[in-house]
């Protein structure tokens, strides 16, 4: 596997090793032993799947402490736009973002630790997007911020997105109180 550091401390983007013959192809999406050699002590005790038509916006979403999720994203077949926005109080980026085309193509995971805020917005039909989480979802301490918050100020390269109803309703950046820190 083929770890990149991005611009936020934490947040990373993997490529794993692909293997492809006439038949297909073949690559580890998680093994707990190469995960550790690249300084990833996780343990998953949830993986969730989603089906996305183009154009579906889902997030920012988080879990406040002491139920931050780790989330190893990754996206099966179609593509996404994949966001993370740094929610971590005392942090040097505290409200940037970094984002990442993740596709069944191109085969690249984005790990994004607790402290974040995370969304996607799918850029095909028939997108199924796949996350491992290092916590199960506690709907007590889920929170939202709003996708088109003029702070944060994201691109999400498409206009008019699918957006449910609960995300249209999500907290507005400035007033927004982290309870995460770095």
Known sequence: MIIQKTSIQDLLIIQPRVFTDDRGYFYESYNKETF??????LNFVQDNQSLSQKGVLRGLHFQNPPFGQGKLVRVIQGSVLDIAVDI??????????????????????????????HGFITLEDDTIFNYKCTVAYNKESEGALLWKDPIL??????DNPIVSKKDQKAELFEKFQSRFTL
């Open 36 to 41: 550790l050699k690249l300084g990833l002590d």
């Open 153 to 158: 100020n994201i691109d999400w390269s498409l």
């Open 88 to 117: 971590r109080s005392n942090s040097p980026t505290y409200g940037q973002y970094e984002k990442v085309i993740l596709s069944g193509e191109n085969k690249t995971m984005f790990w994004i630790p607790p402290g974040f805020a």
